[in-house]
């Protein structure tokens, strides 16, 4: 179905309507085929993209320079320590200062009222690359990879096991409930989704008719799973406090036995990456052959390629 996107930017996947994440989809297995076949285009020829990072970063940055670059695209690295955003400028006077020089901008970062603002003053597509809030590329990679190893997603079951308020349970929730998978969240009861969100996830899974469940309890959630997904115990500026959030996450950790209580021996394991392997998730998992991890992180570079082809042609 052609859709436009142009213009548009994607700073949490509640930007998107569910055509659209489809559309986003269909394109990246098509440019993913195309560049695995050896054609070249030239599509990002004569633009620049901005790349803002106050995290660090390997998939994230490594996917959109080199998807930008290999079109005839120009991207620009900028870390909060080379530019002034938010020490000796604004965010709203950067914004609108690279909207003039460039024809889009990525921001890694810790909040996500920064990357809204970018996107209200730049006059250019804004690509949220991760905030404290949410990892929308992320999920985007994560559903292609689903759809290559397994098929449709719709009514699949995802159990994302851990951290449940963090960016990554936040994105898969809102993935899951555009197109249409069931998503269980397993964590501790203080380290569940936050209610608003929740509820307005809930909104839109009924649309798709599936359901997202949030439950502390293994026996509830893992039974029938299609796909465990875990991440990081502890996310990127939440460093204060490990030694406890370790503690309170050891019950989830991913291991052979919980992949066992999914009764399903196909079940895939995926991780956004990157992993503390011992900690959410055991090597003999992560290495193992349901893991499927190696093929998401491929897969960040053909989704974030579409998603600028859509928005930013
Ligand atoms: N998954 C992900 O965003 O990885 P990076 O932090 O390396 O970009
Ligand atoms: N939740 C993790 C994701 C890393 C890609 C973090 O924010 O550090």
């Not at 998107?16 to 986003?24: A, D, G, Q, T, V």
């Not at 620009?76 to 024809?103: H, N, P, W, Y």
């Not at 009514?155 to 990554?168: A, F, P, S, T």
């Not at 990127?236 to 309170?248: C, F, P, Q, Y």
Request: charged content about 25%; some cysteine.
């Amino acid at each position: 179905m052609a859709m436009n996107l142009r213009g548009r930017h994607l700073l949490t996947l509640l930007d998107l309507e569910r055509p659209e994440i489809r559309y986003l989809l269909d394109l990246a297995h098509t440019l993913k085929a195309e560049r695995l076949s050896g054609q070249h285009q030239r599509r990002f020829e004569g633009r620049t993209l901005a790349m803002l990072f106050e995290k660090r970063s390997t998939r994230t940055r490594c996917a959109f320079e080199t998807a930008f670059g290999e079109e005839g695209g120009h991207p620009v690295f900028l870390s909060t320590s080379d530019i002034q955003l938010g020490v000796k400028e604004s965010i709203e006077d950067t914004a609108r200062v690279l909207g003039r020089m460039f024809d889009g901008i990525m921001f890694r970062g810790f909040e996500q009222k920064t990357v809204e603002k970018l996107a209200k003053y730049a006059g250019i597509p804004v690509f949220n690359g991760l905030t404290d809030l949410y990892h929308p590329t992320q999920v985007l990679a994560d559903l292609l990879t689903i759809e290559e190893c397994v098929g449709d997603v719709r009514g699949l079951k995802l159990v994302y096991v851990g951290d449940g308020r963090n960016n990554m349970a936040n994105s898969l929730m809102i993935g899951s409930a555009l197109t249409g998978m069931n998503c269980t969240i397993l964590a501790p009861e203080s380290l569940q989704p936050a209610k608003d969100l929740l509820g307005t996830v809930k909104k839109i899974a009924d649309q798709s008719d599936c359901e997202i469940v949030v439950t502390p309890e293994r026996k509830k959630a893992l039974p029938g799973a299609d796909i465990v997904y875990t991440d990081v115990w502890v996310s990127m500026g939440e460093e204060k406090g490990i030694k406890e959030r370790e503690a309170l996450l050891e019950p989830y950790r991913v291991d052979k036995e919980m992949m066992a209580q999914t009764q399903n021996p196909e079940c895939l394991f995926m991780h956004c990456l990157p992993a503390v392997k011992g900690n959410e998730v055991t090597f003999e998992v992560i290495e193992g052959p349901n893991s499927v991890v190696w093929d998401e992180a491929e897969n960040r570079k053909h989704t974030i390629k579409s998603l600028m082809v859509a928005s930013m042609l």
